[in-house]
Nanobody, 121 residues
Framework: QVQLVESGGGLVQAGGSLRLSCAASESVVSLNAANWYRQAPGKQREFIAGITTDQSTVYAESVKGRFTVSRDNAKNMAYLQMIGLKPEDTAVYYC???????????????WGQGTQVTVSS
């Protein structure tokens, strides 16, 4: 069974930085693409960044220039580097990855459990 685990969240002061990681189970064949979402209290989950199979990236306007998404093919991991954090970035951050579980299964999208990011003013 595929597992996707985010880590790297925490409490940081405004202007600080964090790097979130998204790790797929060791048994998977590949992590092909990944999106990052976040959900603040009382708000809908929103897309913030994505990276495709050819390493193309896209960002929400709210994080453009401050967040960088990347992917490590060899480790089947995705990352979200965040700098210049603001209190309004406070949310639970989720990884959504396109994964090939094994050589007999078509790739599918999976969600992680989320990691809390809190930015104090």
């Amino acid at each position: 069974q595929v597992q996707l685990v985010e880590s790297g969240g925490g409490l940081v002061q405004a202007g600080g930085s964090l790097r979130l990681s998204c790790a797929a189970s060791e048994s998977v064949v590949s992590l092909n693409a990944a999106n990052w979402y976040r959900q603040a209290p009382g708000k809908q989950r929103e897309f913030i960044a994505g990276i495709t199979t050819d390493q193309s990236t896209v960002y929400a306007e709210s994080v453009k220039g401050r967040f960088t998404v990347s992917r490590d093919n060899a480790k089947n991991m995705a990352y979200l580097q965040m700098i210049g954090l603001k209190p309004e970035d406070t949310a639970v951050y989720y990884c959504n990855a396109h994964i090939t579980p094994d050589r007999l299964t078509f790739p599918q999208w999976y969600w992680g459990q989320g990691t809390q990011v809190t930015v104090s003013s």
